[in-house]
């Protein structure tokens, strides 16, 4: 096994750049579509402390998906499992991560926390238990990723209410069959603020350092989930964190990880390291393309999987 | 890190035999249904070449979706990645492993190798390169456990093919589709040998050591496979492995793994063990019930998982 | 062929009444739950004019979907025919009435105006054309029922939109495929009133006439619909009228007809006569027990039907 | 009403004739794929025992599915109703024609009769209770049709066996639910024997006048089915018997009626008249494209529908 270097993440990044123009970027809010193409960002951060880095790393971006692995987490620590798990499942989807199809035909029960229905039950739950939801996330990540200035993009929040349709349409039928206890509107608005974090790679990998480490951040030494909660997660993470994509991506890149359509992915070697990258051109499953294939290289080069 | 003893193995079969009784052996065929269900064995095979073992660890049982591992195991030695990869795909389908909805929006390409449809065409595949697939399967088998008396069950086998309606509309469907190289029944003739082997759980973990040590058998030093196609296949198995229960086993086991309705599971430590356990009452999702809870107090008392 | 009468039609009654106490009341509002399961009605309007009754002919329940018809009578009085058909199709759904997973197959178009989203989709177009579309509706039915003081049950209203999530789930996802033009809950609104309408038997037919009167009311002598929309509106109701038991309705009683979940049906002779029967328990298909018999039973002693 | 003549039936022709050239003509066996586009007849054959005719309406083709109406009569003849409409529903199915998806759903019972599950149902039931089916189907339409020299087409059979998939696919997953009493093979090949059957428009005319006649035939005056039978099948027809497109085709035409993808289209006007036309190209749901339009035109131009 080989120690990851900023070289090392450099050569990777030139290795993938060619890729750039084959994706494409997500369109679906203004917002988002703007982002330049060519932007290319990873950084690791060990469980010793140590951070590595290239390319755009330090730049922030809209993490969108990838804040379902932090409210999962939150939503870890302020109920017990059977709370959370008699509301959503722990088992792939095997479709689109926002059809309704699967949800009609279970009766509401999303397929787990990582699909649209899924991480809006998750929402439900904290706007349930939390005064102020919002602002806990925020302090959450600010005290996680060790920057207190990490902020919501109000813009970006904004466009994904105007463009809510679809999951106001799944919020209303897992409420139709008893699975919401709120009402929509709010926790959607909830939901797409956590969507529209800003964070950089160095922010990302740093803040979800406890997934290497055993529940514990390496940045600040606070206890975020006892080690079996981090196993459970990031089981998860592996059957469930890349949309419809998630067998391929453990068979090219073996290791749990979480993707946003804002062209983020991190990944975990649980024992070792967090790895974030930032691509903003999609693959056909919603994922990161030249992302996914940056953490493809990376395992190789250093050897590190849990396959 | 705890070493697995005998001593362990028999603490942990005590602790899960009150689950007899909950679970419900499978009674599609005849030749299944009679097994005792209160039989409940287990076995470690390390990379060191130790062999541990408790309860009916040497007893033989059918093998039955298990089976599916060794055959797409051969047919990763016989074909290029991309011959097998266009004709099945490597995502978790989300449904009941004999379910034809996908397979039909899908355009009969199957999920994965793990499904019924998917390993039928595995089968094909073998089919259409070996000019004696069943004798060659059988040998390798052989060859892999160090007992040259493995066998398939007969009565099983033909006990299959009279209850192969449902098995033959899949593979049916595959052709309509064009997946599909040669004739039905004596493809699914040769599926169905695959599911009747009966090994025990010592010959079972002993068989599949090559998972765990990077694609070389631990019995008799022969290289099976590559160590990247090892990772590849194992990447599989923690997310495909366990039908439309493997995201609740990678959360409780955290091993990549594979079921059989027989009541065998087999499951993967990489780098270190590889773990056969046999309790023929299954789980709602088709899988061992007292099996799986055996591997899941196993993980946690030698604290051995990929997460 | 024979004349119906009074005597014909409390014959009927009496012989179908024995079916009360084998379906099941409507119950998702308390609202229709507390109706009487025992209250049976029939009335035939003629194209004579002449009106022959039985039973609870006199006595008004709530509608339901049955204001569906009218609904779509004001959109195709109002759009030219294209501009409805490109947002509502004209074929029998195969599935329950408010199921989305057909609706998310097809893009948002609904499969006919008869099942949920279909109707919401056409008070989307009335909502679209009209200044006070609630208020149009209400006064389209007094005229054509000839009874001033129609009006809408606001008890029923309410209590369906406090139970109106799956409803908002389907409207909300046709939004997202943009075939929603105005809000959601305001056009939901209106379509639970239209719901809400409260008419007898007797009222029903009256109303009805036009469908059997080539778009001529019978009560007023005013036009309708043209004759060729006319017979548009019965072919539609033939294939689509009876949720998914439109098959079995034609195969039994022989002719177009419309029901609702409050146990009433209407069913149309086209150049003859309308009919409107009433009876609360509902089959499995969600169609009136007895009011389905009764309508079996009067097609065979008066020797009509379309086929 | 205007009664029918071969003036109007040709210059019905002339009017649709332009349409040719903007369907398909159906090419899954070749033998289909080679008929000429430009073909285009129509017959009537009223309850009087008059025929008109225009076109190609005396050249014979391929039946097709028209051959599912003709085997559910046999079927009615030879069984009680209740061992019918056990094994398959009444009910339009909302999706393509052989589709398995629904029929997995609903453990094996096809939606109804005329899609290609419910038809060899209907081939399962007629071969269980017949000595020489095959046989007797060709004498009953020999007899009907008044024509003794109609015969199966060896090739169109032959070349359906060859591309049977789809087809052993839905038999075998119906035989998986146990609703399949014989081997797949031989049923098949009597379901495609019915469907290879030739006749011209002239003869299916005059073979199907006892749907228009309550069950006797005009040609032969012998009496086919009772009264009602034939009023549930002309509800079947009018519900069930344009594939996907029968509330089109009502709306339309108003008229019950069957297709085959050969190009052909009988319709019924019960009491008066019934009508055969072909024209081998194809709409989208796989109905002839300008055959339905003539029958459109008839329908106008004659003042007859049902509605």
């Known amino acids: 096994m080989i120690k990851p270097t900023d070289d090392i993440l450099s050569e990777i990044l030139e290795e993938v750049r060619p890729l750039i123009g084959q994706g494409k970027v997500a369109d679906y809010i203004p917002a988002l579509a703007k982002v330049e193409n060519s932007k290319l960002g990873i950084a690791v951060c060990t469980n010793e402390g140590e951070v590595f880095r290239a390319g755009d790393s330090a730049e922030q971006f809209s993490i969108q998906s990838i804040s379902k692995v932090l409210s999962l987490t939150l939503a870890m620590c302020l109920y017990k499992p059977e709370e959370i798990w008699q509301r959503v499942g722990k088992e792939p989807s095997g479709q689109a991560f926002n059809s309704m199809i699967q949800l009609e035909m279970e009766h509401g029960i999303p397929r787990n926390p990582f699909i649209n229905a899924g991480a809006i039950v998750i929402s439900d739950l904290l706007f ?49 069959f008893g699975n919401f206890g709120n009402e929509v509107i709010p926790v959607l608005n909830n939901y797409f603020h956590a969507c529209a974090l800003k964070l950089s790679c160095e922010e990302l990998a740093i803040t979800h350092s406890y997934l290497a480490n055993k529940g514990v951040s390496v940045e600040t030494g ?51 390291m967090t790895i974030a990258v930032w691509s903003p051109e999609l693959d056909e499953s919603g994922n990161s393309l030249a992302g996914t294939k940056a953490l493809e290289l990376l395992s190789e080069r250093i050897g590190r999987s849990i396959f």
């Not at 005290?143 to 209410?161: P, T």
């Not at 059957?239 to 991190?266: E, H, N, Q, W």
Request: aromatic content about 6%; proline content about 4%.
């Open 222 to 272: 606070q206890k975020v989930l006892e080690p079996n909660q981090t196993k459970q997660l990031n089981a998860l993470l592996a059957t469930c964190g890349l949309y419809d994509g998630a067998g391929s991506f453990a068979y090219r890149v073996g290791m749990p990880g979480k993707s946003g359509v804002g062209g983020g992915i991190i990944a975990v070697v649980p024992g070792d």
């Open 128 to 176: 349930g238990r939390l005064s102020a939801p919002r602002q806990r996330l925020l302090e959450f990540v600010r005290q996680l990723s060790g920057n207190s200035h990490i902020v919501y993009d109000k813009v970006v929040a904004a466009s994904e209410m105007m463009h809510s349709d679809r999951n106001a349409a799944i919020a209303y039928l897992m409420r139709s």
